[in-house]
């Protein structure tokens, strides 16, 4: 009997349908076939439904189709089996009135969508060999994917784990924020300066999300108000904007792993009323006809435009505004559909403000209630009070956002009035609580009055919500003792600590397949769902067996990442030395120049000593600096400057190389942590709130060396002292230290080699002889060192010893592997979610019900 080619036999079915369609019939097995098709996992119906797509949605065939063809139609096929339990969830959610959890962030940083939505519907080998057996390959397609431009660090990733988890708890969400056409930039190194390049992301299309512009919404801004009396006697204020843009909504399934939950990712085009003046095109004004439409669509055409000039100012402020606006306005269309009394709001809908960014909505709901839905003050402040909560990210006072009062006032004059009146009444309430303290009274005033007057978003975010939270224990402790001090001794209890946490799906499950094969062998799959039974793989740490194929995996994780490496940078390196990784936003507060200068001492000590026996180090970095941030961008040059004289003297280059690796992203991100076997949490204690990535290092196997900083500390308590680097100063003696006079220069004349370095540096040796290049950063260094590199070096510098003298234990090395990944149970962003369901939004898991058929 012949064998059939399966390929084949589709393909005849494609034609076949194709002629039936030019005949008119409808012959069995051609067009159209059953419903239920649209939503079948069964390997035929997706190869039918890929090359569905690809001849009906793409206009090719097999032979003539594109990579980015062949990954559209896969995208496709997959979203359409995510469109039956979004709808389900939409209805059941409706059905069952479940209070909402609303999560408005300026960033979501999603990575890649196919491979996690494959994971989550638990289809990833199906699509696999309905590929295979088309002669496709589903990595090459996984990697024509475009990574959304939608956020820059890890504020969006955050968001970005958090909707994922709040789908896979089943937990009724809704993300909210900015369609960005473009992203922050796309970063190349060139000749080691950063240079950043148009991020045109939806250059092909964004196949997940779906378009509904029948929901757009119409944002005021600017103009001016008026006062009037209604025909009920009533006093009424009236906004008359100077211009009026459409916000029209684009929605992204969000769904949950292995369950019927698929929660929705809104996000917010800008769009001109009236995109095109016809009678100003007859004139001749050809520019002047879409006027409108291009100052619209900058709302949202890129994420963080650089805020130097008053213009980027002002269209910061605007951006924020607009989606908060949408996004209210939509929760507000939302709350009426359901039935639902306006009253009610803060009952169906828990909002979470991700930082001060999103901080002018606690404005934007007293308007829309008193102005356009004439709920009076009180009754309206109640409702936006229990509404809104509030996460502070920051420690750094230069962080946390406030607008010029004339450019507020100028961008939103009926917010600046209510604004105005929320500030009166809450001043007149710490008065009596402060009672004759008129220092603190300043203090906590909505409007900063000390010089040029600035509105304060992140006190508006405080007075307006119910509950604010730090996102690590030490970060939460000092919000209360520092930063937010007035606020927490008028309300302690509104303050809570919620330790951040990464979703495993994405960083363990997908970005690391061969751990996850091993894990799934010994304690098998559920650890995926329920990331705290990744503690049953602790037995095994003293296991050689399973040791040896620990290694292994880390080995083969460290040969795909010098692939890479290879093919970003052109840099080979050795997948037999130790991966010592640093990635993250590139700021002076996280010190990656720090390990630059160990970098260079290390160099220095092996050009001096010939013979030194040295572990030998690849030296891994990567991030974005900022667009205006001049000094961090130098802080890349010193980088990829030692980098480039280190990788190219004969005398080092088995022992030591650098990598700088261009436009770190989730999608790098996801070869990165697998492979890395050092994680640099670095920052000086107290300035970073919590740190993710740390959180993802230690999920692979990587040893952390770090300070007492952020969710470090809680790291290092749940992994065990034994198996974390530690160094530096404590948050208390970095105060003590500046509160007695931080002197840079004393440091130094304590270590011969660190200033060695320095005049290493400032000779010009790293910079082709210009003794000038890295003056700003050695100038601050000597006199200023607001971050404290001269004070921990020494300690930072002894650790690293400490490290290498670990790595050469290879079975203890190993052990101290496993147990880091054994024990972080702790940092999943399910818990962390459980916990804001619990303690903040009052929010339940609702399974969703099966409604439409399939």
Known sequence: MNRIDPKEAILNDHANATIAVRKNESPAGAYP?????????????????????LLYTQGKSLDIASKNDLYQSLAHTVRDRLVPSWFDTAATYQKRNARTVAYLSAEFLMGPYLGNNLLSLGVSHEIRLAMSELG????????????????????????????????????????YGIRYEYGIFYQTIMDGWQVENTDAWLRYGNPWEIQHAEWAVQVKLGGHTEQYTDDSGRFRVRWVPEKTVAGVPFDTPIPGYRVGTTNTLRLWRAE???????????????LGAVSKKVTSENLSKVLYPNDESRQGKELRLEQQYF??????????????????????????????LNDTHPAIGV????????????????????????????????LLPEALERWPLELFRRVLPRHLEIIYEINARFLNEARIHFFGDETRIARLSLIDESGERYVRMA????????????????????????????????????FQS?????????????????????????????WIKDWSLIS???????????????????????VDLAAVILRKTGIRVDPDSMFDVQVKRIHEYKRQHLSALHIAALYHRLKSQRNLDIVPRTFIFGGKAAPGYARAKLMIKLITAIGDVINNDPDVRDRLKVVFLPNYSVTLGQWVYPAAELSEQISLAGKEASGTGNMKFAMNGALTIGTMDGANIEIREEVGEDQFFLFGLTAEEVYALRREGYRPQEHLARDPELASVLDLIRSGFFSRGDSELFAPLLDDLLHHDPYMLLADYSSYAACQTRVDDAYRDTQGWTRMSVLNTARTGKFSSDRAIREYCERIWKAHAVPVEKMYAR
Request: glycine share 6%.
């Open 323 to 352: 989606f908060v606006s949408c996004s209210l306005q939509d929760m507000l269309r939302l709350q009426q559909q359901r039935g639902q009394a306006i009253t009610s709001f803060h009952k169906s809908f828990a909002i979470q």
């Open 459 to 494: 006190h508006l975010a405080c007075v307006g919500s119910h509950a604010i939270n730090g996102v690590a224990n030490l970060h939460s402790e000092l919000l209360k003792r520092d930063l937010l001090k007035d606020f927490y001794a008028m309300w302690p209890e509104k």
């Open 136 to 175: 496709l390959d589903l990595d090459e397609l996984l990697r024509q994917e475009e990574e959304p431009g939608l956020g820059n660090g890890g504020l969006g990733r955050l968001a970005a784990c958090f909707i994922e988890s709040l789908a896979t708890l089943e937990v009724p969400a809704i993300g």
């Open 363 to 394: 404005a934007e709901l007293m308007r829309l209630l008193v102005d356009e839905h004439l709920v009076p003050w009180e009754r309206a402040w109640d409702i936006t009070r229990q509404t809104f909560a509030y996460t502070n990210h920051t």
């Open 272 to 286: 001109a009323t009236e995109s095109f003046d016809f009678h100003v095109f007859n004139r001749g004004d050809y």
């Open 536 to 558: 049953n793989i602790e037995p095994y740490a003293d296991d050689p067996s399973f040791g040896g194929e620990w290694r292994a995996i880390k080995r083969a994780n460290k």
């Open 33 to 53: 076939r059953p419903e239920h098709d649209r939503s079948s996992l069964s390997r035929e119906s997706l190869k039918r439904a890929f090359l569905d797509h």
């Open 498 to 526: 919620m330790t951040n946490g990464v979703t495993p799906r994405r960083w363990v499950a997908l970005s690391n397949p061969r751990l996850t094969k091993l894990v799934t062998r010994c304690i098998g799959d559920e």
